[in-house]
């Protein structure tokens, strides 16, 4: 598909949205989605979420009780409630100290005590967003154990997420370990259903790409009449994609997705003060912007993006306002050409 929309009149908003994604940056996203769920507004909203996670109360958790990383899980979670305030701050809790239970937040023990009553962590997922009244769906990228394999450009190969990030080296390829993993069942269905597909933000390897590796899910990403936008990142990565820009990063997920996938980039357009840009460059890191580079073939949705945080992270209204804008300039184009191509036919016949 050339990710051109379904023939008809458009809605205001996109009915069907689904953002895929992990870490930090999917969150940011949904919890921007979240106030445009309405009887006019977004009716099905639904978060496909990485599951490679091997650090922390995650890490520790696949390791002693043999679930699947519930952290991103979390995140999304409290992304979504409604419950806002009580249920939320309860499942975002963290326990101090690193024996025991220290280390690990609520919502990470809760999902897990959950997966061992129900034996499933999806419905663990389920019963959390019950809980939580979420305003849309979370599924898991896939249910199975599964690793990040790297594979570097010196021939070095990493396994596992958080030795990834520690290694130094550009990556060739990242593969999953097993490699035939399969979709959580509802996620290639929703992904070809959608009005809309967010990729990004979030770290390049480990947040954005694994999820293009379950079996089913990059074919349908390339396959969906749905607009596909994808959302830069605010500033580039330490290790493992820390030399690469933004035109990088979607030839990145192109190669692992086997074929285009981004029909439209939001990116910043807001300076970053320069203490911000010292305080990055210290720690090895530099902001993102669009260089121009194949400019042509993506068109660019530009706003500022910036949150009011220390750290740059994504304002997530701002963001919502930027996939809303790279709706309503995707769904004019294509009522432009599907006007354009009936004037054809008329003068034709």
Same mark, same amino acid.
């Given at each position: 598909?050339?990710? $051109? ?18 870490? +930090? ?53 409290? @992304? ?10 309860? $499942? ?11 280390? &690990? ?15 499933? $962590?999806?419905? @663990? ?26 594979? $570097? ?57 694994? &999820? ?11 396959? +969906? ?12 990565? &330490? ?16 190669? &692992? ?59 997530? !209204? ?7 804008? !790279?709706?309503?300039?995707? +769904? ?18």
């Amino acid at each position: 598909m050339t990710g $051109f929309p379904r023939a008809g009149t458009f809605p205001a908003v996109p009915r069907r949205v689904v953002a895929l994604g992990g870490g +930090t940056g999917l969150p940011i996203v949904l919890a921007g989605l979240r106030s445009m769920v309405g009887d006019n507004g977004i009716q099905n909203l639904v978060a496909i979420v990485t599951m490679t996670d091997d650090g922390g109360s995650s890490g520790r958790l696949r390791k002693t009780r043999g679930v699947p990383p519930p952290g991103d899980i979390r995140n999304c979670l409290v @992304a979504l409630a409604s419950e806002q305030e009580l249920l939320s701050g309860i $499942f975002q809790h963290r326990y101090g100290g690193d024996e025991g239970i220290g280390g &690990h937040s609520l919502g990470n023990l809760i999902l897990t005590a959950l997966a061992e009553q129900t034996g499933s $962590f999806l419905k @663990a997922v389920e019963t959390s967003s019950r809980v939580l009244r979420t305003v849309g769906r979370i599924l898991p990228a896939t249910l199975q154990d599964v690793s990040l394999e790297a594979e $570097f450009e010196d021939g070095g190969r990493v396994v596992g997420e958080t030795a990834i990030v520690a290694r130094a080296g550009r990556i060739k390829c990242m593969r999953l370990q097993p490699p035939d993993v399969d979709p959580t069942p509802g996620v290639v269905q929703a992904i070809r259903e959608a009005d809309m597909v967010v990729l990004g933000p979030g770290s390049l390897y480990t947040s954005q790409v694994p &999820h293009l590796m379950v079996q089913g899910v990059s074919q349908a990403i390339r396959d +969906t009449g749905a607009l596909r936008v994808m959302v830069g990142n605010l500033v580039s990565e &330490h290790g493992e994609a820390a030399d690469l820009d933004l035109l990088d990063h979607v030839r990145v997920m192109t190669e &692992h997705a086997g074929g285009r996938i981004v029909d439209r980039l939001l990116v910043n357009s807001e300076p970053v003060d320069v203490e911000t840009c010292e305080r990055y460059r210290n720690e090895g890191a530099i902001p993102l912007y669009w260089t121009g580079g194949g400019e042509q073939s993506i068109p660019m949705i530009r706003r500022n993006l910036l949150g009011d945080d220390e750290k740059l992270r994504h304002d997530p !209204a701002a963001t919502a306002r930027g996939l809303l804008e !790279a709706w309503e300039e995707w +769904t004019s184009a294509a009522e432009t050409t599907a006007g354009t191509e009936t004037r054809g036919l008329e003068e034709r016949s």
